[in-house]
């Protein structure tokens, strides 16, 4: 079983091509930082293949060199937070360009080899920020729900065809990735899990086949569910428990890696 897992030199990305390798995966493991792909490589017997899916010739190219796989996990992405009013133009790009364009057009050059042989298995690493909306993140919000309804409608395209589909929407996650490394505070009441429990749901959905699990605590997932049922009151409670202040706090946390 080859699985290929962009996003692999941030914490989630390590932690899922470890948890897949030490089940027998062959993993075939792209990122943007050599020096810490290639000997994560080395230590999962894969292989490493320096990619930045802000390039727009960059999904097709590793596509190429990685061969057919049997198993897509789309995990790279972007934090893409703060207000559209201040972001660049060329930031605005990158963010569409790796948290959204880059997983389809990964999933359209995989999927056709998995199609043919009636097997695979695609997975797309979002956020429950692909089910809350909040200020301070409406381009991350963009691409996240986006790539939600792309999985979710994709999962029924090629469910004839044997080929799995599956989303995976983790909360704040502590220890290493994008909001660890912005070393901000929680409201209280929001919970975090670790990069461990994302790839323990990674490995779940493509074990049974999972549309989508979350990987939040209780509040945030009862959250979720509340903000698609009230959007309006859900914006409400947020900025009443210091929503803007802790977008306010993420965003330049995150400033340096749009």
Do not use: C, W
């Not at 389809?104 to 695979?120: D, K, N, P």
């Not at 997975?123 to 999985?151: E, P």
């Not at 999962?155 to 599956?166: K, M, N």
């Amino acid at each position: 079983m080859t699985v290929l897992v962009t996003g692999a030199t941030g914490g989630i990305g390590q932690a899922i091509a470890r948890d897949l390798a030490e089940r027998g995966a062959s993993v075939v493991l792209s990122g943007r930082r050599a020096d810490v792909l290639e000997p994560l490589a080395a230590e999962l017997g894969g292989r490493a293949i320096v990619a930045d899916l802000a390039d727009r010739d960059a999904a097709a190219a590793l596509m190429d060199e990685s061969g057919p796989v049997d198993i897509l996990v789309a995990n790279a992405g972007l934090p893409a937070s703060g207000s559209l009013v201040d972001y660049p133009l060329d930031a605005l790009d990158r963010a569409l360009d790796v948290n959204l364009r880059a997983p389809i057009v990964l999933a359209r050059l995989a999927a056709g080899e998995m199609v043919s042989r009636r097997r695979g298995h695609l997975v797309f690493v979002s956020s429950v920020g692909g089910k809350i909306a909040a200020g301070g993140a409406s381009v991350y919000n963009a691409t996240k729900f986006g790539l939600r309804g792309f999985s979710l409608a994709l999962r029924e395209d090629l469910r004839a065809h044997d080929v799995g589909v599956s989303a995976i929407y983790p909360g704040f996650i502590r220890d290493a990735g994008m909001f660890a490394d912005a070393n901000v505070t929680l409201p209280r009441g929001i919970g975090t899990h670790t990069p461990q429990d994302v790839a323990r749901a990674v490995r779940r959905a493509i074990e049974r086949d999972v549309a989508e699990i979350d990987v939040a605590p209780l509040p945030l997932r009862f959250g979720a569910r509340f903000a698609g049922a009230a959007p309006g009151l859900a914006a409400l409670v947020q900025r009443l428990g210091g929503g803007e202040r802790f977008a306010h706090d993420l965003a330049e946390g995150q400033r340096d890696k749009r």
